[in-house]
């Protein structure tokens, strides 16, 4: 029961706890429009999220909000899904605690495909805990707590989800609101896991990859790039330099996990009475 | 007069032995006699030296027996280990290939009844036989297991039993090990402990379950997982524990009655998650099978010694509930109550069992077993409801009505953060402290809910034996067998250790001339918590920490090293020759 007459008013508006000029302020922006395009109201949508400043983004919006540990987005948002799949859920965090902390969980959500949505704040950094390399920092990111600059190879999370046949893959940027929306809406509107990982400026902890870094190197897909071409997106995901494809990068259709539990075609379980004669009829196993 | 035959088949892993205990024990329970059954076994798939012990007889039985009458030897590896538990009128089944020098061997010729696949029961027929059971009562068993899938090796296997049974009225000579018939009737159901946790909780109302396998509480959630479908509940086999709490408090939050089951090694991965449904609030069940530790310790093997952690895991400060099931029935039946209880309290509640109960069956009648209504998660919208919801309203009890998300136009929000009362996070201390102090009050709640220690025997007795969870059977077993010799002794357990509330048990300690406590790990973990709890002592402490569960016969042995209990009458030689207890 999708509802064309929601508006922008109805998800609010919230003081927050950004610096000025953030990235952060474009994401929820398009994030709001992308819920609005899709026709949901706010008590349709269950935003889940771990920890970071990206993570405080449920809060600065109306909907249903789980705002969980850091690195536990992913698990909580499947247990939502999986107890009622009637509720869009979309689970939000940033880089450090998706791909780092919560590593494990993101490539494990990729595999399963829940009807769900990925949303990463991509700062290359940690934010909230004041500028430590994350697992999406350059390589030779000098930081405090790296003061040579960073060793390890970068964590391409887009390469990552492709290789994996995630169902729908896209890169967006925050100084790029319009195309953002709609690849939201679309991440929102597919039916299977979708990834969105959001290229987004800190202003403070990150001078290398700054806005006018992201302008120079982010450029959109051309119209008559094919996302279900494999191959050509795993390429595509590659291209993280001098240039930057932003985009669905991949797209293809896979069974939704959920569909193996007979129960859940019955909608929610909090809806669902325990079968009257279940028990009598499950001791007779051990007779 | 009263029957108590303990049968032990040993052998390798992979040589069939749980299934001809399994057989074995349904053919002696419908046959309408009492039965224990017990397992142990070592951490592989194949070899090693695995065990499957029935004890059987008049009853009812809450633990086997060190000795043993009946010993059933796969390999000559079982005749060996097991020699110095055997009693006096002890009979061992073994192979012709097996080599046994002891009094009481019957070698058998399996190969002259077929072939080896058919060997287990061929030993089936043999010990019903030697057990006085009617070869019906013994077909009907085997039935149940290939009967309707397989018809033809049903009828091979017919005609085996048959063969062994005829072999077994020629050629086994007297023995003092044939029960007399049966005395119980009524339908009776055989589970073990996780079973019973798997079928209380789906019974209480479980809609969700996320695990990560790992031995012994696995088989908790492949119980549940054959049931899932009939009883509408969903199961994930999570990537790590850390995702499976995390999993179970999403759900839980979106409206499914949830739990987890693990053991301590993969509870250590979930304390985080504890932490955070106790913050948002969350009801969870997290059912902690325990084996002895530390790191990986003895997989496969029993102890208690889990306490003082799952006390203590998570950071900060809120209320929680431990129950620590004794027997089948309370597995069952407390952890309906458990699943309850997380509901209404919107807290964290522990079920903490072990190696020994998950893996003991004993028969039940189905009115033992108890669920009360299914657990209903959620409250409804009231029609004054205040808009915009408040998720953590302040309460008088501390319990605030608790919507769920996507079921009404409310928002529901949560929050791991500190959070003000609509649930959105806050660093102002006075609501800070306003927080705090509503979780806390939840345990008023907890505290009303309390089971009560069970104190068995007379109050102002010489020796009051304390003790909680799975040594119960054992420990009220030892105490009997002293109460039979004259000394006045009685037993205090708990199956709820805690809260832990001094005015339901301080006055029974207080008048026992002597206390001693007796629990599954090294250091007397509950011991300090009755201290802490109500400032008595317990000085004396039977303790067992090498992995083995608890028999009555250890118990006494232990207890001859105590002041005041040394010299203890010798138990009757028929029954009970040795101890098993290695100084
Ligand atoms: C278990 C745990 N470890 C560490 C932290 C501290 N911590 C909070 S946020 C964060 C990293 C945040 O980085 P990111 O996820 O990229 O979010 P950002 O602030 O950059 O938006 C860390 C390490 C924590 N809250 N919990
Ligand atoms: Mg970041």
Same mark, same amino acid.
């Not at chain 1, 029961?1 to 007459?5: A, D, E, G, N």
């Given at each position: 029961?999708?509802?064309?007459?929601v508006?922008?008013?109805?998800?609010?508006?919230?003081?927050?706890?950004?610096?000025?000029?953030c990235?952060n302020?474009?994401?929820?922006?398009?994030?709001?429009?992308?819920?609005?395009?899709?026709?949901?109201?706010p008590?349709q949508?269950?935003?889940?999220?771990?920890?970071g400043q990206?993570a405080?983004?449920?809060?600065?919006?109306?909907a249903n909000?789980?705002?969980?540990?850091?690195?536990?987005?992913?698990?909580?948002?499947?247990?939502?899904k999986l107890?009622?799949?009637?509720?869009?859920v979309?689970?939000?965090?940033?880089?450090?605690?998706?791909?780092?902390?919560?590593?494990?969980?993101?490539?494990?959500?990729?595999r399963?495909?829940?009807?769900?949505?990925i949303?990463?704040?991509?700062?290359?950094?940690?934010?909230?805990?004041?500028?430590?390399?994350?697992?999406?920092?350059?390589q030779?990111?000098a930081?405090?707590?790296?003061?040579?600059?960073?060793v390890?190879?970068?964590f391409?999370?887009?390469?990552?989800?492709?290789?994996?046949?995630?169902?729908?893959?896209?890169?967006?940027?925050?100084?790029?609101?319009g195309?953002?929306?709609?690849?939201?809406?679309?991440?929102?509107?597919?039916?299977?896991?979708?990834?969105?990982?959001?290229?987004q400026?800190?202003?403070?902890?990150?001078?290398?990859?700054?806005?006018?870094?992201?302008?120079?190197?982010?450029?959109?897909?051309?119209?008559?790039?094919?996302?279900?071409?494999?191959?050509?997106?795993?390429r595509?995901?590659?291209?993280?330099?001098?240039?930057?494809?932003l985009?669905?990068?991949?797209?293809?259709?896979?069974?939704?996990?959920?569909?193996?539990?007979?129960?859940?075609?019955?909608?929610?379980?909090?809806?669902q009475?325990?079968?009257?004669?279940?028990?009598?009829?499950?001791l007779?196993h051990?007779? | 007069?009263s029957?108590d035959?303990q049968?032990l088949?040993?052998?390798?892993?992979?040589?069939?032995?749980?299934?001809?205990?399994?057989?074995?024990?349904k053919?002696?329970?419908?046959?309408?006699?009492q039965?224990?059954t017990?397992?142990?076994y070592?951490?592989?798939?194949?070899?090693?030296?695995n065990?499957?012990?029935i004890?059987a007889?008049s009853?009812p039985?809450?633990?086997?027996?060190?000795?043993?009458?009946?010993?059933v030897?796969?390999?000559s590896?079982?005749?060996?280990?097991?020699?110095?538990?055997?009693?006096?009128?002890?009979?061992?089944?073994?192979?012709?290939?097996?080599?046994?020098?002891?009094?009481?061997?019957?070698?058998?010729?399996?190969?002259?009844?077929?072939?080896?696949?058919?060997?287990n029961?061929a030993?089936l027929?043999?010990l019903?036989q030697?057990?006085g059971?009617s070869?019906?009562?013994?077909?009907q068993?085997?039935?149940?297991?290939f009967?309707?899938?397989?018809?033809?090796?049903?009828?091979?296997?017919?005609?085996?039993?048959?063969?062994?049974?005829?072999?077994?009225?020629?050629?086994?000579?007297?023995h003092?090990?044939?029960?007399?018939?049966?005395?119980?009737t009524?339908?009776?159901?055989?589970?073990?402990?996780?079973?019973?946790i798997?079928?209380?909780?789906l019974?209480?109302?479980l809609?969700?379950?996320?695990?990560?396998p790992?031995?012994?509480?696995?088989?908790?959630?492949?119980e549940?997982?054959?049931?899932a479908?009939?009883?509408?509940?969903?199961t994930?086999?999570?990537?790590?524990?850390?995702a499976?709490?995390?999993?179970?408090?999403?759900?839980?939050?979106?409206?499914?009655?949830?739990?987890?089951?693990?053991?301590?090694?993969?509870?250590a991965l979930m304390?985080?998650g504890?932490?955070?449904?106790?913050?948002?609030?969350?009801?969870?069940?997290i059912?902690?099978?325990?084996?002895?530790?530390?790191?990986?310790?003895m997989?496969?093997?029993?102890?208690q010694a889990?306490?003082?952690?799952?006390l203590?895991?998570?950071?900060g400060?809120?209320?929680r509930?431990?129950?620590?099931?004794?027997?089948?029935?309370?597995?069952?039946?407390?952890?309906?109550?458990?699943?309850?209880l997380?509901?209404r309290?919107?807290?964290?509640?522990?079920?903490?069992?072990?190696q020994?109960?998950?893996?003991?069956?004993?028969?039940?009648?189905?009115?033992?077993?108890?669920?009360?209504?299914?657990?209903k998660a959620?409250?409804e919208?009231?029609?004054?409801?205040?808009t915009?919801?408040?998720?953590?309203?302040?309460?008088?009890?501390?319990?605030?009505?608790r919507?769920l998300?996507?079921?009404s136009?409310h928002?529901?929000?949560?929050?791991s953060?500190?959070?003000?009362?609509?649930?959105?996070?806050?660093?102002?201390?006075?609501?800070?402290?306003?927080?705090?102090?509503?979780?806390l009050?939840?345990?008023?709640?907890?505290?009303e809910?309390?089971?009560?220690?069970?104190?068995?025997?007379?109050?102002?007795?010489s020796?009051?034996?304390?003790?909680?969870?799975?040594?119960q059977?054992?420990?009220?077993?030892?105490?009997?067998?002293?109460?039979?010799?004259?000394?006045?002794v &009685?037993? $205090?357990?708990?199956?709820?250790? @805690?809260?832990? +509330? %001094? #005015?339901?048990?301080? !006055?029974?300690?207080?008048a026992?001339?002597?206390?001693?406590?007796v629990?599954?790990?090294?250091?007397g973990?509950?011991?300090?918590?009755?201290?802490?709890?109500?400032?008595?002592?317990?000085?004396?402490?039977i303790?067992?920490?090498?992995?083995?569960?608890?028999?009555?016969?250890?118990?006494l &042995?232990? $207890?001859?090293?105590?002041?005041? @209990?040394?010299? +203890? %009458? #010798?138990?009757?030689? !028929?029954?009970?020759?040795?101890?098993?207890?290695?100084?």
């Open positions: 029961m999708t509802s064309s007459q508006t922008i008013e109805e998800y609010g508006k919230y003081e927050t706890a950004w610096c000025p000029g990235g302020f474009g994401i929820l922006n398009s994030l709001k429009q992308a819920l609005v395009a899709c026709g949901l109201a008590h949508v269950l935003l889940v999220s771990g920890i990206a405080k983004t449920p809060h600065y919006l109306k909000v789980f705002n969980g540990l850091h690195g536990r987005s992913l698990p909580v948002a499947i247990g939502a107890a009622n799949p009637e509720l869009t979309i689970a939000e965090s940033g880089d450090g605690c998706m791909y780092g902390e919560g590593g494990n969980h993101f490539l494990a959500a990729l399963r495909n829940l009807d769900i949505t949303l990463t704040h991509d700062n290359q950094v940690y934010g909230l805990t004041k500028g430590q390399a994350s697992p999406t920092s350059d030779g990111f930081t405090k707590a790296q003061p040579h600059g960073v390890a190879t970068p391409n999370p887009v390469a990552v989800a492709v290789t994996m046949g995630a169902s729908l893959v896209a890169r967006g940027y925050s100084g790029m609101p195309h953002l929306t709609k690849l939201i809406a679309q991440a929102i509107q597919h039916r299977g896991t979708a990834l969105v990982d959001i290229l400026p800190c202003v403070v902890f990150n001078k290398v990859n700054t806005y006018r870094w992201y302008k120079e190197r982010c450029y959109e897909l051309n119209a008559d790039y094919d996302p279900r071409d494999r191959d050509q997106a795993l595509t995901a590659l291209e993280f330099g001098g240039r930057i494809p985009g669905v990068i991949y797209k293809t259709h896979k069974p939704l996990f959920e569909e193996q539990f007979a129960v859940l075609k019955k909608g929610p379980l909090a809806r009475e325990v079968p009257q004669d279940g028990l009598q009829q499950l007779r051990y007779t | 007069m029957q035959i049968l088949i040993g052998g390798e892993a992979g040589q069939g032995l749980v299934t001809i205990g399994q057989l074995l024990g053919a002696l329970v419908r046959a309408g006699h039965i224990f017990s397992q142990g070592h951490s592989r798939i194949r070899g090693g030296h065990v499957f012990a004890r007889g009853g039985f809450f633990a086997s027996r060190d000795s043993i009458d009946i010993l030897a796969l390999n590896e079982t005749v060996a280990l097991h020699r110095d538990q055997l009693t006096s009128r002890a009979v061992i089944v073994a192979d012709t290939a097996i080599s046994s020098d002891l009094p009481g061997t019957i070698s058998v010729p399996f190969a002259e009844f077929g072939p080896e696949r058919f060997w029961t030993a027929a043999l019903g030697i057990l059971l070869s019906t009562q013994l077909q068993a085997v039935e149940t297991m009967g309707k899938k397989h018809p033809e090796m049903m009828a091979e296997n017919l005609k085996i039993m048959e063969k062994s049974r005829k072999w077994a009225i020629d050629q086994v000579p007297k003092g090990c044939t029960l007399s018939a049966g005395a119980v009524g339908d009776r159901l055989l589970l073990n402990g996780n079973e019973a798997a079928l209380g909780a019974a209480a109302g809609k969700f379950c996320a695990f990560y790992m031995t012994p509480s696995t088989s908790i959630a492949m549940l997982i054959t049931h479908e009939t009883m509408g509940c969903v994930e086999q999570a990537e790590d524990e850390i499976a709490i995390n999993m179970a408090i999403g759900a839980a939050f979106a409206g499914a009655p949830s739990m987890v089951t693990t053991s301590g090694g993969g509870f304390a985080e504890v932490s955070l449904a106790g913050m948002t609030e969350t009801p969870v069940l059912v902690v099978a325990q084996r002895p530790g530390p790191a990986t310790g997989p496969t093997r029993t102890e889990d306490l003082e952690f799952i203590h895991a998570g950071h400060e809120f209320p509930a431990i129950f620590a099931p004794g027997n089948i029935e309370t597995c069952f039946n407390l952890t309906a109550k458990a699943l309850a997380a509901e309290s919107q807290s964290p509640i522990f079920l903490l069992t072990d020994f109960l998950a893996d003991s069956t004993r028969p039940l009648a189905p009115s033992e077993l108890k669920a009360g209504t299914p657990v959620g409250a919208p009231g029609d004054t409801e205040t915009p919801y408040q998720r953590y309203r302040l309460t008088e009890n501390g319990i605030s009505p919507l998300p996507g079921l136009q928002l529901v929000v949560a929050g953060d500190e959070h003000d009362q609509d649930g959105h996070l806050s660093e102002d201390h006075q609501t800070r402290i306003a927080m705090v102090e509503k979780r009050r939840k345990f008023a709640l907890l505290k809910e309390t089971v009560r220690p069970v104190l068995d025997g007379e109050h102002d007795c020796l009051l034996l304390v003790c909680w969870g799975s040594s059977g054992p420990v009220q077993e030892a105490a009997a067998m002293l109460r039979a010799q004259g000394s006045s &009685a037993t $205090l357990h708990f199956s709820q250790v @805690w809260p832990l +509330l %001094p #005015v339901q048990f301080l !006055n029974i300690l207080q026992a001339d002597q206390v001693v406590s629990e599954g790990n090294a250091t973990q509950f011991a300090r918590l009755i201290q802490r709890a109500s400032g008595f002592v317990i000085a004396e402490q303790n067992r920490y090498d992995g083995l569960p608890f028999t009555a016969r250890y118990i &042995a232990k $207890l001859e090293k105590i002041a005041g @209990w040394e010299k +203890l %009458p #010798v138990i009757n030689p !028929n029954t009970d020759t040795s101890t098993g207890v290695k100084s």
